[in-house]
């Protein structure tokens, strides 16, 4: 589901103010209703740069993502933190819009 997906642009670590917006509807007013809840946050990049340059800036989308939802007033125990890097996508994902969405980080909902 796209509601699950922040994005963000290329190389870069910055999130747009819709971006910002569905974290902060969607997620931090969820998970400050429902202090029993938590999310996890999985980091993700595209496939155009090295491994260790695509796992750091995953990591570095997280933190941002994380430091977003406590500046939003969630508690830290409902926040879990992965990040994966670039993930494995078909030969077929050449365009940019295919390369956006891999610039990502997924929010899931955990018990």
């Known amino acids: 589901s796209e509601d699950r997906m922040?994005?963000?642009p290329s190389h870069s670590t910055a999130l747009a103010d819709s971006?910002?917006?569905k974290l902060h509807v969607v997620y931090a007013d969820y998970l400050k209703q429902n202090p029993k809840k938590a999310v996890a946050l999985?980091?993700?990049?595209d496939d155009?740069?090295?491994r260790s340059y695509?796992?750091?800036i995953a990591e570095e989308r997280t933190s941002v993502t994380r430091d977003l939802l406590r500046?939003?007033?969630?508690?830290p125990r409902q926040i879990r933190c992965y990040s994966i890097?670039?993930?494995?996508?078909?030969?077929?994902?050449?365009?940019?819009?295919?390369?956006?969405?891999?610039?990502r980080v997924e929010v899931v909902i955990v018990p």
């Open 42 to 45: 999985i980091g993700r990049s």
């Open 48 to 50: 155009l740069g090295s």
């Open 19 to 21: 971006e910002k917006e």
């Open 71 to 75: 500046l939003y007033g969630v508690a």
């Open 85 to 103: 890097g670039n993930e494995k996508k078909p030969t077929a994902c050449r365009s940019k819009e295919c390369k956006q969405r891999m610039r």
């Open 6 to 8: 922040i994005y963000f």
């Open 54 to 56: 695509n796992l750091a």
